[in-house]
């Protein structure tokens, strides 16, 4: 599956920014999808995850309560929307696309989120 992941920027602290990550080439139902995030130094961390059909989901601790992962499979997309932006919320954004063995096997190209103080 290709996934194209879209919708970061600049924002100030406080702010809000929904990414957004289409899927093609495969059935996008079929997999679990995900969001992790890499700071500059930083290894890559994870964010959020939904299930193939968007009833369950789970975050990190460092975004509960702030960020909501959702998808549409309609549309072949997940959303993730990101409220109450902080600075340690800049890094590069990646979706991702985990298989029903549990391994996160296709990778979208990443969108940059920069949060200014």
């Known amino acids: 599956v290709q996934l194209q992941a879209y919708g970061g920027g600049l924002v100030q602290a406080g702010g809000s920014l929904r990414l957004s990550c289409a899927a093609s080439?495969?059935?996008?139902?079929?997999?679990?999808m995900g969001w992790f995030r890499q700071a500059p130094g930083k290894e890559r961390e994870f964010v959020a995850v939904i299930s193939r059909g968007g009833a369950s989901t789970s975050y990190a601790d460092s975004v509960k309560g702030r960020f909501t992962i959702s998808r549409d499979n309609a549309k072949n997309t997940v959303y993730l929307q990101m409220n109450s932006l902080k600075p340690e919320d800049t890094a590069v954004y990646y979706c991702?696309?985990?298989?029903?063995?549990?391994?996160?096997?296709?990778w979208g190209q990443g969108t940059q989120v920069t949060v200014s103080s």
């Open positions: 080439g495969r059935t996008f139902s079929n997999y679990a």
């Open positions: 991702a696309a985990k298989t029903p063995a549990g391994e996160y096997a296709y």
